[in-house]
């Protein structure tokens, strides 16, 4: 039995990202926690360092968050298709938001947060909105960020990007193994570098190593040199059949270069591929 957190704000984007996890996980057994926090910064008056009385906060916070999480389980009943396997639970914190996912993840013994990200709304703006951004970057948990134009379609190729510089704990790999499995996907490991260089030894080994592990997956390893990663990574999904890209958090060098940026004008894979950003568990 998989344990799914799907945080959502209400909006579409969120939205989204449930209906992509319900059909993601159609096969599976899953509980589903839909979380809703109301940020205790958000609820201060005026510039006022004094926080709502008990009473207004229930009344204008807590009771219309709780009325639409119950809103958003009666879509999900009648807008997606119904599956036994899946148990649907509502959270409701009033709380710090990062506290408040740390918090289910560790007592729902949580495999996946699944998120929505920010469209051409957010062109100007970072890539990832602040919540999932700092999910990702502060929460040890797999997390899925799917953009609003994401949609489901059959997994036939993950890009993975890696420079080859860590020997990753297998066990941190086995989610995206478990994917590739399931889907009868491809693994399209990419290593881009800004100079046209040789790898060394231990990136050869590291290389190795991969190799070695998705050897009963159908997989190819590709090289591209490009000063800025994104580009590459552009291109790269512009030239293939590539539904997620997957990541290690722990490749910071990679990963905050792709993930984050203050422009995403010619970035289209940020608005309609998914990232599975993947964490070694503490």
């Not at 959502?8 to 599976?28: C, G, H, L, P, Q």
């Not at 509502?90 to 729902?108: A, C, G, Q």
């Not at 309609?272 to 503490?282: S, Y």
Request: hydrophobic share 35%; aromatic share 10%.
């Amino acid at each position: 039995m998989k344990n799914i957190l799907l945080p959502t704000d209400f909006s579409e984007n969120s939205w989204n990202a449930i209906k992509y996890a319900v059909k993601f996980f159609e096969d599976d057994k899953c509980h589903f926690y839909l979380l809703h926090v109301n940020r205790v910064s958000d609820n201060y008056m005026n510039g006022s360092p004094y926080i709502v009385s008990d009473e207004v906060l229930e009344d204008v916070y807590i009771k219309p968050s709780k009325h639409q999480l119950r809103s958003f389980l009666k879509r999900i009943a009648t807008e997606l298709t119904p599956n036994i396997n899946h148990k649907f639970h509502t959270l409701f914190e009033y709380n710090f938001f990062i506290d408040s996912i740390r918090k289910h993840v560790e007592e729902k013994h949580i495999d996946l947060i699944v998120m929505g990200t920010k469209g051409s709304d957010g062109l100007r703006k970072i890539i990832m909105g602040s919540n999932t951004g700092d999910v990702i970057k502060k929460v040890k948990c797999n997390t899925l960020t799917v953009p609003e134009k994401a949609t489901l379609t059959n997994i036939k190729e993950i890009a993975f990007p890696s420079d080859f510089s860590l020997t990753y704990n297998f066990q941190i790999l086995q989610p995206l193994l478990d994917i590739l499995e399931h889907n009868k996907a491809s693994l399209r490991v990419l290593h881009i570098s800004k100079n046209k260089t040789s790898l060394n030894s231990e990136q050869l080994k590291n290389r190795e190593l991969l190799q070695d592990y998705f050897s009963n997956i159908e997989s190819s390893f590709h090289y591209l040199t490009n000063r800025k990663l994104e580009d590459a990574v552009q291109c790269f999904i512009d030239s293939r059949d590539i539904n997620m890209i997957c990541m290690v958090a722990k490749n910071l060098n990679y990963f905050q270069q792709i993930l984050f940026h203050s422009q995403i004008e010619e970035l289209s894979y940020h608005l309609k591929i998914p990232f599975l950003v993947l964490h070694e568990t503490p």
